[in-house]
């Protein structure tokens, strides 16, 4: 088998190319490429994979040429320059390096508050300037004044740490953080009006969201004390920079400190030029340690997913660890052929997909099991669908999915995934087991206990338990020369429903699926494949 392909088309470091290498991944290091928008078109659709940091436009166009490609990593936290919805939807992995710039990144909105305190770029260039305006740069102390966090994940939650310790109280504004997160870092969780009133400086470190798009609007910043500090090392579009010029230049606003703005490079920008501002170039990451740090952990996330299936660090999927991917690796095969099973089942549209998870399989990451579920279950519909796009699209047409676990559930086997398909004209479910030789089987069908191995090619009856249906299925089966692998056989009870399922060779016509259909105890007979 081949080793697996990977492109780097950013700067990055040395030491995470030879991780490619010494992992046995064959890579092209070619750091400039991304700046060149055609020529890295034009030669992408050759790899496995992509490492990329800002310079690289990885835009759907990219995507389309990029047939071959599984996993985008991205060195840093930032997305922003990769269509995650267009990777998403060709069942492409984008993973980010969330934690290996966040102490510099943290660090920089530190270093910022101080400037902004003292006035240290301003009273610089005075000083070099050869100026000596002692009396002009009159500062503020940072002892007792509260800083206010919007967003204490991990880069904010570093913020807070280091400002407890230069004696600020901070408050933190984030719907995410729980009282006892809260408590354990030593911020009081407020709501963001209440940060507004009572913050001396505002830091940000929350996503570009919709929701937190100009978070800090013409509205909000109104709500602030008069004379508090602003910084941002987030995202630009978190400050409404218009809004921000107006507050500054007002004087309610005394000096904001930015890092990120709403286009960059930022060439140009409403606060350019103000005396009160402090501006940097994207500086958050720029740190020998961060940089190498986050090339670093592309590399190994990107390997282990390559050779090894593991997810970390996902944008659009749940994560999978080294460990974890060869235990599921059987069960995503079973979730995604039930679930195919039943798609195939169903013509009516589908309002709901209820997995059920019963003994071992339900202490196991299961997110991934339900992605495969779906897939299979809509694949009939929607025939580009993958276990990436999958949940998105299943939200996007209304359709409800449940998951249950049930790690104490008493069962025959150790483990059992069941799938109920919620239509519009009736509910259909199954249930199926991963046996000690790795390989899926379907155990119920219809509430029917029946046991069968998939085979591509599959022939579904359900019928009427009545001598003489057996021999007349075979008859027909062998007049049109289709050979049956296996033959499988459950019923309710003597005489009631029954379920037949049997493996054969080829595709079963039409023709010979509507002599079946004739015989008097059948109620309904499909083809499956998988």
């Known amino acids: 088998m081949a080793a697996p392909k990977v492109l780097i088309s950013d700067a990055l470091s040395d030491a995470a190319v030879q991780i490619f290498r010494d992992r046995g991944i064959d890579v092209d290091f070619i750091p ?8 890295f078109a034009a030669i992408v659709g050759h790899y496995d994979g992509l490492a990329i940091r800002s310079a690289s436009k990885v835009t759907s166009k990219v995507i389309a040429e990029a047939g071959r490609l599984k996993v985008i990593g991205r060195a840093g936290i ?9 990777a998403t939807a060709r069942g492409i992995i984008v993973m980010n390096t969330p934690f290996g710039n966040s102490i510099t990144t943290a660090e920089h909105a530190i270093a910022l508050m101080f400037a902004l305190a003292r006035q240290l770029p301003q009273a610089d ?11 002009r740069f009159m500062g503020v102390e940072l002892t007792a004044k509260t800083l206010g966090v919007i967003g204490c994940g991990n880069i904010g939650a570093i913020v807070a740490d280091r400002a407890i310790g230069l004696k600020l109280k901070v408050v933190a504004y984030d719907p995410y953080l729980s009282p006892e997160r809260a408590v354990e870092i030593g911020v009081e969780k407020v709501e963001l009006d209440a940060l507004l009133a009572r913050a001396d400086i505002i830091t940000l ?23 508090v500090r602003i910084i941002n090392c987030a995202r630009g579009g978190l400050v409404d920079e218009v809004a921000l010029r107006a507050a500054l230049d007002s004087g309610h606003v005394a000096g904001a400190a930015l890092d990120v703005f709403v286009t960059e490079p930022a060439k140009e920008n409403p606060l350019f030029g103000h005396p009160n501002v402090i501006c940097t170039p994207h500086l958050g990451a720029s740190t020998n340690e961060a940089q190498e740090n986050v090339a670093l952990q592309v590399a190994e996330q990107m ?3 390559l050779l090894q299936g593991a997810i970390t660090n996902a944008i659009n999927f749940p994560s999978i660890s080294a460990d974890e991917a060869p235990r599921l690796k059987p069960f995503v095969a079973l ?5 195919s099973f039943l798609g195939q089942l169903t013509e009516a549209p589908i309002k709901g997909i209820r997995i059920t998870y019963e003994g071992a399989v339900a202490s196991m990451n299961t997110r991934a099991l339900t992605s495969a579920a779906i897939t299979g279950v809509l694949r009939p519909f929607l025939q580009d669908i993958n276990m990436v796009s999958a949940p998105a699209l299943a939200r996007e047409r209304g359709i409800v999915v449940d998951e249950i676990k049930r790690e104490g559930a008493v069962t025959d086997f150790e483990s059992v995934i069941r799938i109920t398909v919620d239509a519009e004209d009736m509910p259909r479910d199954a249930a199926g087991t991963v ?5 899926p089987r379907v155990i119920e069908i219809r509430s029917i206990a029946i046991d069968a191995a998939f085979a591509r090619h599959m022939l579904y009856v359900r019928n009427h338990d009545k001598p003489g249906f057996i021999g007349r299925l075979g008859t027909i089966l062998g007049e049109a020369n289709v050979n049956v692998g296996t033959f499988n056989l459950g019923r309710e009870e003597e005489g009631g429903s029954a379920i037949c399922l049997c493996a054969v060779d080829a595709p079963v016509s039409e023709a010979v699926l509507k002599q079946i259909d004739a015989i008097p105890q ?9």
């Open 522 to 530: 059948v109620r309904r007979v499909r083809a499956v494949s998988f």
């Open 335 to 339: 979730a995604e052929k039930l679930g």
């Open 205 to 227: 470190h929350v996503p570009m969201t919709d929701k937190t798009r100009n978070i800090l609007s013409a509205e909000a910043l109104a709500k602030t004390k008069r004379g």
């Open 78 to 86: 930032g997305v922003d320059n990769v269509d995650v919805a267009a």
């Open 435 to 439: 046996f000690h030789d790795g390989k």
């Open 125 to 135: 260039a005075s000083t070099q300037a050869g100026k000596w305006e002692k009396n």
């Open 32 to 39: 400039d490429l991304g700046k060149d928008k055609e020529a």
């Open 303 to 305: 390997s282990d997913y």
